[in-house]
């Protein structure tokens, strides 16, 4: 069993940055973020494997990074140039196998909430 701690998530005014963390109880192997609106479905973000391979959603490619410490348990997600429509909550998730799907991802976290304002 992993547990998963998100920290970082706040208010934030568009255009502005936040950086996300996810500390992890255990070994890992994927790792990814999801972020969930008010009425919408889970949606996938980013996801890293063990060796570093990244991969992003189009929503956020150019404007999100994200990177991990193996040494650390832990995983970040570096968010720039926010936009309102990043309002979300954010869970990181841990799993096996790489991939966009939340089924894929055998433990989550709490989440984090971020709002970015206009």
């Known amino acids: 069993q992993v547990q998963l701690v998100e920290s970082g998530g706040g208010l934030m005014q568009a255009g502005g940055s936040l950086r996300l963390s996810c500390v992890a109880s255990?070994?890992?192997?994927?790792m990814g973020w999801f972020r969930q609106a008010p009425g919408k479905q889970r949606e996938w973000v980013a996801r890293?494997?063990?060796?570093?391979?990244?991969n992003y959603a189009d929503s956020v490619k150019g404007r999100f990074t994200i990177s991990r410490d193996n040494a650390k348990n832990t995983v970040y997600l570096q968010m720039n140039s926010l936009k309102p429509e990043d309002t979300a909550v954010y869970y990181c998730?841990?799993?096996?196998?790489?991939?966009?799907?939340?089924?894929?991802?055998?433990?989550w976290g709490q989440g984090t909430q971020v709002t970015v304002s206009s």
């Open positions: 890293i494997t063990t060796i570093g391979s990244t």
């Open positions: 255990g070994r890992t192997y994927v």
């Open positions: 998730a841990a799993g096996r196998v790489a991939g966009a799907t939340p089924a894929l991802y055998d433990y």
